[in-house]
């Protein structure tokens, strides 16, 4: 069974800190990872999705990077900001059609 | 354009009756899934539909769980008999068919059953 694992559970950093969420999968065949951030009562947002092909994605003052062979994701915020504070859910995708695989996620507080 | 919509949002019932969740999808995505996230459990995946068939219904806890889909688009997952621990937040995703791996899920805000 494919498991995705989070380190650490939370993170409490003062604003404009850079920070790293890890995660780390079981199972080489993926067809793609992606981080999420969820917001309570505000439902899932995906914020970066990375191809099997792919080494990393990059948005705004996020960057994901995929290491297919050592089983393991990083995600970086640069500059962290309060509206930064949610969880943040690392999700693995191994198959043809979807089927989500999610981490137990990190809490996040960015505070001022 | 409209994102993915679930009804209720909210549903409070009683042990032992039966309750209906329903998906509004994004208009013309074909895959849609359910997934359900519990206190202390996280989230995980029940049910996904290609169009009107499920190719997987591997995440269904137990045969009261079942779910459909009709035309391709609205989805309804149904609880029989709901037990205390069917309590969690119903998520329903929808996504456009699959093509190399990139397509992403946009997910709903969710139904919070709770079962007393």
Redesign the interface.
């Given at each position: 069974k494919q498991e995705v694992t989070q380190i650490p559970a939370a993170l409490s950093v003062p604003e404009g800190e850079n920070l790293v969420l890890n995660c780390s999968f079981t199972d080489s065949a993926i067809?793609?990872l992606?981080w999420f951030r969820q917001d309570p009562?505000?439902?899932?947002?995906?914020l970066l999705?990375i191809?099997?092909s792919q080494r990393e994605q990059t948005s705004g003052r996020l960057n994901a990077s995929l290491d297919k062979s050592s089983g393991r994701s990083t995600l970086y915020i640069a500059a962290s900001q309060p509206g930064d504070s949610a969880t943040y859910?690392c999700v693995f995708?191994g198959?043809?059609?979807?089927?989500?695989?999610?981490?137990?996620?990190t809490i996040l507080t960015v505070h001022p | 354009g409209a994102g993915v919509s679930q009804s209720p949002s909210n549903k409070v019932t009683e042990k032992g009756k039966d309750v209906e969740l329903r998906c509004d999808p994004i208009s013309g995505h074909t895959a849609l899934y359910w997934y359900r996230q519990s206190l202390g459990q996280g989230l995980e995946f029940l049910i996904y539909f290609q169009g009107n068939s499920a190719p997987d219904k591997s995440g269904l806890p137990s045969d009261r769980f079942s779910a459909e889909r009709t035309g391709g688009s609205v989805s309804t997952l149904t609880i029989q008999r709901t037990q205390q621990e069917d309590s969690a937040v119903y998520l329903c995703a929808s996504s456009l068919a699959r093509s190399g791996g990139g397509e992403t899920q946009y997910f709903g805000p969710g139904t919070r059953l709770l079962v007393l």
């Open positions: 067809y793609n992606q009562g505000k439902g899932l947002t995906s999705l191809q099997s859910l995708d198959t043809s059609y979807g089927k989500l695989t999610f981490g137990q996620g | -």
